[in-house]
């Protein structure tokens, strides 16, 4: 199983980017689809998850700003940020739940600048 990320990039605060992630491979059934970050010294969190019947959960620090959505027959998922503020900068990471393993994407940054 494959993830590949891609639309990371440079924004200004209060821009807006959009994250897609395609799986490809053996994967059998997707379970969860979601998007966590890593900014430098920090812990690995949850951004947001949407499950294969559609409800979807929001860390609280971006409700309102972030949708994330996805196209089953494609096996992708994406991230829409609006709002983009400094603290949104990490490196942003697909991950994908088949009822029998996590599968993690590479990883792409996201940086917005004040």
């Known amino acids: 199983v494959q993830l590949v990320e891609s639309g990371g990039g440079l924004v200004q605060a209060g821009g807006s980017l959009r994250l897609s992630c395609a799986a490809s491979?053996?994967?059998?059934?997707?379970?969860?689809m979601g998007w966590y970050r890593q900014a430098p010294g920090k812990q690995r969190e949850l951004v947001a998850g949407?499950?294969?019947?559609?409800?979807?959960n929001y860390a609280d620090s971006v409700k309102g700003r972030f949708t994330i959505s996805r196209d089953n027959a494609k096996n992708t998922v994406y991230l829409q940020m609006n709002s983009l503020k400094p603290e949104d900068t990490a490196v942003y990471y697909c991950?994908?739940?088949?009822?029998?393993?996590?599968?993690w994407g590479q990883g792409t940054q996201v940086t917005v600048s004040s």
């Open positions: 991950n994908m739940n088949n009822w029998r393993r996590d599968y």
């Open positions: 491979g053996s994967i059998f059934s997707i379970n969860v």
């Open positions: 949407i499950r294969s019947g559609g409800s979807t």
